[in-house]
């Protein structure tokens, strides 16, 4: 992780607090930098973490997926012999 301080000079251990923090608050997530901004008494943290994947989820048939691999042969017969409409785009002057 990555700590970077401008605007003046901060004590290690209050470096860690920051750290502690920002960790604590964010339990879930991993962090892969920390910008620490001092401006006199006042302290900006800007913090960085890694992209989580993201899953497209759609409608089908009246569900939420995102893939169809739970779906038992029923369902996916289902959503087999749906009608699927296409959009008509028209022109307009």
Known sequence: MSINVTGGV???EE????VRYITEKHCDKKI???????????????????????ERIRRITGYLVGTLDNWN????????DRVKHDVLVTEQI
């Open 10 to 12: 901060i004590s290690d």
């Open 73 to 80: 042969n029923g369902k996916r017969a289902e959503e087999h």
């Open 15 to 18: 470096r860690d607090a920051y």
């Open 32 to 54: 892969t930098g920390i910008d620490i901004s001092l401006d006199g008494d006042y302290v900006d943290l800007k913090y960085h973490f890694v992209p989580k994947d993201f």
